[in-house]
């Protein structure tokens, strides 16, 4: 372990651990809460053909992907808001759309394929300093707004409708959320990957919801368990010579099966001592 | 003192289809207004259209004397939607939900201040919640829930409450608590517009009960004049000769 910090690229790859593993639940509890919750899955696909067209144009990656996943979140929003077709196939055109768009520009401009799985599954432990500032700045504005204006998203993902009689703002909170969720895409895209980025987000909130009853300390509990489950990845994955993407989504797995285990046994307990009381 | 809601000549079409033609309605300062209709007749979508939920094609609509457009006094104006809508898919107490019902008190960035958590506590102590302040919503009842949704209208003081069939799918008990609940504000100056299938133990509350059937006002007047519960087979006091529920225009296939 402690030989560990001895590797620069290690500690690199701890702080971006740090930073995602914050970043994605604190975004992702309002998904959840909407029940949008694989809108993040969508917005990674979309976050490829801005990876490819920053290969292709020799742009940072990450710069040209955060472009294209802020583009493309609104487009969703704005289609969710405005849109005559069902919303839910716009959606999956928009995703597949991504995917596929981000593939034949790769292979249009002679990058192969192998390129790209640095970002479809992650490779934290080729992170630059320069990745690193840029991957802090934007989860530090993730999370500052996700708290900061968490009263306010909170009333739009509760209950749309009545924020809006209420005069919130809601269409330009939807969009701010969608924007923070294409920004944490990209936060994540060399952590756990564009494929996994999604579970990051979502995995810790369905995790602590077995075990809390507020939404607060739902939201908290998420980021500590995203936290523990990115860092507990990365030591893991040089441990045992695992890529670390996916070795950070099954520890997160591992917790909510621990989560909902323990939530289940309490319910029996409370349960039996109900009955011992009636009887 | 100022008229609470005032809607004229509203008319709204969904998809193409006209929804409501040309309607009024008023709720005065203190009274308490019931909107009947079947299933599809239009009585929902008139109050999501009279608090600027659903867009008009033609009316005017004044709230508190301000045009829908230009109301921002948001805090006057107080919604209950369907209970069916009050979960959401991450737990939230009821302090939680109630407390968002202040965020028209609150400036962009502003942190909760004392004032907040006095209504909120308020609210819920009048909804008669106090000892569930932390439970979460979904271990509530039906019943319960409903009353979280009233408390946390009443959190932003409103003084105009605009109720989505706040009695379906809620046991007669509650029902007759609402009922209570919703008498002992109307009797605090509150007013009151609330969309309903059947009327149950409100109906001695009621000052004026308003009948929509296919997008058009059939009926205004005392609720006595309804025979029993049955929407249907109102008493209708102009030319238009009652048509069986589902025979009409929209009926259920709405």
């Known amino acids: ?279 | 003192m100022t008229t609470p809601l005032k809607a004229r000549g509203v008319t709204v079409s969904l998809d193409g289809r006209p929804v409501l033609r040309g309607v009024d309605l008023d709720v005065a300062a203190g009274e308490f207004v019931a909107l009947l209709g079947a299933n599809g007749s239009g009585k929902s979508t008139l109050v999501r259209a009279a608090i600027g939920l659903v867009p008009m094609s033609a009316g005017s609509v004044e709230l508190f004397g301000t045009p829908l457009a230009h109301f921002k006094d948001r805090t006057r104006l107080g919604y209950v939607p369907q209970r069916s809508r009050a979960v959401a898919g991450v737990p939230a107490t009821v302090q939680e939900v109630v407390m968002s019902g202040r965020l028209s008190h609150r400036r962009f960035f502003g942190r909760r201040s004392r004032a907040d958590t006095v209504a909120v506590a308020a609210a819920i102590e009048r909804v008669g919640l106090a000892g569930r302040t932390r439970s979460s919503l979904s271990d509530l009842s039906g019943g319960q829930q409903q009353r979280v949704l009233i408390a946390r209208a009443l959190a932003s003081e409103a003084e105009l409450l605009v109720m989505d069939e706040p009695t379906a799918g809620v046991d007669h008990d509650n029902q007759e608590s609402l009922a209570e609940l919703l008498g002992g504000l109307v009797h605090d100056g509150a007013s009151v517009l609330l969309v309903a299938h059947e009327l149950g133990p409100l109906r001695p509350l009621i000052d004026r009960a308003v009948v929509v059937r296919d997008g058009s006002i059939a009926y205004h007047g005392p609720v006595d004049d309804l025979i029993g519960e049955d929407h249907a087979h109102v008493h209708t006091h102009d030319a238009i000769p009652s048509l069986p529920v589902g025979l009409t225009g929209e009926g259920v296939w709405r």
């Open chain 1, 1 to 279: 372990m402690i030989q560990l910090l001895d590797y620069d690229f290690m500690r690199r790859a701890l702080m971006a651990a740090v930073f995602t593993g914050l970043a994605a639940p604190a975004i992702g509890t309002f998904l959840v809460q909407r029940r949008l919750a694989l809108l993040g899955d969508g917005l990674g696909h979309v976050a490829l053909t801005g990876v490819a067209l920053g290969l292709v144009t020799g742009v940072a990656p990450i710069l040209t992907a955060v472009v294209v996943a802020v583009l493309g979140a609104v487009l969703i929003e704005l289609l969710r808001m405005y849109g005559r077709t069902s919303g839910d196939v716009a959606l999956a055109m928009l995703f597949y759309g991504g995917i596929a768009g981000g593939i034949l520009l790769a292979n249009l401009a002679d990058e192969r394929a192998t390129s790209l799985n640095g970002y479809l599954f992650g490779s934290i432990t080729t992170v630059s300093d320069s990745d690193l500032r840029l991957v802090a700045i934007l989860a530090v504005v993730v999370i500052a707004l996700a708290i900061g204006l968490s009263p306010q998203l909170f009333a739009v993902c509760q209950d749309e409708e009545h924020a809006r009689v209420s005069g919130v703002p809601v269409r330009a909170y939807s969009i701010l959320i969608a924007v923070l969720a294409a920004v944490t895409i990209t936060v994540a895209m060399r952590t756990v990957g564009l494929l996994l980025v999604s579970a990051l987000m979502i995995v810790p909130v369905a995790a602590s919801q077995q075990l809390t009853r507020s939404f607060r300390t739902t939201h908290l509990a998420a980021m500590v368990i995203g936290l523990l489950a990115a860092l507990g990845g990365v030591v893991t994955s040089y441990e045992i010579n695992t890529q670390p993407g996916p070795t950070i989504v099954m520890i997160a797995l591992a917790v909510f099966g621990l989560a909902a285990l323990v939530a289940a046994a309490a319910r029996r307990v409370r349960a039996h001592r109900r009955t011992a009381e009636i009887s």
